[in-house]
């Protein structure tokens, strides 16, 4: 099974809406990535989690707050978001032997996030 | 700082016809490229990854060059066809980042019926 799923796949959001994105995989990944996508743009690495732990946090607002419950599973929480926020949210998962990068990534489908 | 760039923005070809998507990076000292595919609105695909230490790389039609000296990786795609037609993107694997890639803009590619 070599597939990342992302729910849900579009999500419309007010301002003060507390929400969360989630992403799971079940190829034995160690290592999950959250990126933001705007159109027309490649993606922007916003988390990295290694063995469960964030490895990478790339001066993402504190309005986005990952957590990585277990090795299968990465969820994004999102709190008091802005306009400009509005994009596609891409997970991807690789082996994670100390080398991350060094290995393929795997993308989900994304969630399409619209903040109103 | 290692850059990516992918020329052209944009292709249009007749189906059928062979084609080779450009990406170039400014650094040598890479451990590895991907290329990806993305469709309109969805999740990118990941097609081919060469380590540094490969020339090349073939899944089906398609076969992607990397050399290392020239900064400079194609993706050569044969008897393209219509859904074939989507963004390609290229990313870069660093040495001294574990999980980081460097990403070209992508060609925009649409294959004519």
């Known amino acids: 099974d070599t597939e990342v799923t992302q729910t849900p796949k579009h999500l419309v959001m007010g301002m003060t809406n507390k929400k969360s994105l989630k992403c799971e995989q079940h190829m034995g990944h160690r290592a999950m990535y959250w990126y933001k996508q705007k159109a027309k743009k490649p993606p922007e690495l916003m988390f990295v989690?290694?063995?469960?732990?964030?490895?990478i946090n790339e001066s993402v607002p504190s309005r986005f707050s990952p957590e990585c419950p277990n090795s299968s599973l990465l969820n994004l929480h999102l709190h008091a978001l802005q306009p400009e926020d509005s994009a596609l949210y891409l997970c991807?998962?690789?082996?994670?032997?100390?080398?991350?990068?060094?290995?393929?990534?795997?993308f989900g489908p994304g969630t399409r996030l619209t903040v109103l | 700082k290692q850059e990516v760039t992918q020329i052209p923005a944009a292709l249009s070809v007749p189906e059928g016809e062979n084609l080779v998507l450009n990406c170039s990076f400014t650094d040598s000292a890479i451990y590895n490229l991907q290329w990806f595919r993305q469709d309109p609105g969805k999740g990118l695909t990941s097609l081919l990854l060469i380590q540094s230490s490969q020339r090349e790389q073939t899944s089906g039609r398609l076969n992607a060059s990397l050399d290392k000296s020239s900064g400079r990786s194609t993706l050569y795609i044969a008897a393209s066809q219509p859904g074939d037609s989507a963004t390609y993107l290229c990313a870069v694997g660093l040495m001294d980042s574990n999980y980081q890639l460097i990403w070209g803009a992508g060609t925009k590619l649409i294959i004519k019926p």
């Open positions: 989690y290694s063995y469960e732990k964030l490895s």
């Open positions: 991807a998962s690789s082996q994670a032997t100390g080398y991350g990068a060094r290995n393929e990534q795997f």
